[in-house]
Nanobody, 125 residues
Framework: QVQLIESGGGLVQAGDSLRLSCAVS????????MAWFRQAPGKEREFIVA????????DYADSVKGRFTVSQDYAKNTVYLQMNSLKPEDTAVYYC??????????????????WGQGTQVTVSS
């Protein structure tokens, strides 16, 4: 019922910035939580940040705190991930995900039932 489509990935140099988008289609619920994950080749999918649909509550992984910023736009049904000061270790496929929100954020992949197709981010040294 809810579909997610990521976009905005690309090839950049270390220190550059990218803005990823997650377009949400279908019926949206204000009590949903959205999240961004990433997965590098040969590694497990890693939690980056979660945000309540209202946009007023967020939870960042320590690895991206201070560099990445999540936001949302009600009118466009879109969640964004602004990535600054990118490092080669940020290279991964980035995914957005959704789940019901009741006041607690989750960092485990298994907690999210709806996923986008992913968008590739490559950061050269």
């Amino acid at each position: 019922q809810v579909q997610l489509i990521e976009s905005g990935g690309g090839l950049v140099q270390a220190g550059d910035s990218l803005r990823l988008s997650c377009a949400v289609s279908g019926r949206t619920v204000s009590s949903y939580a959205m999240a961004w994950f990433r997965q590098a080749p040969g590694k497990e999918r890693e939690f980056i940040v979660a945000i309540s649909w209202s946009g007023f509550r967020t939870d960042y992984a320590d690895s991206v705190k201070g560099r990445f910023t999540v936001s949302q736009d009600y009118a466009k049904n879109t969640v964004y991930l602004q990535m600054n000061s990118l490092k080669p270790e940020d290279t991964a496929v980035y995914y957005c995900a959704a789940r019901a929100y009741s006041g607690t954020f989750y960092a485990r992949v298994a907690e999210y039932g709806t996923w986008g197709q992913g968008t590739q981010v490559t950061v050269s040294s």
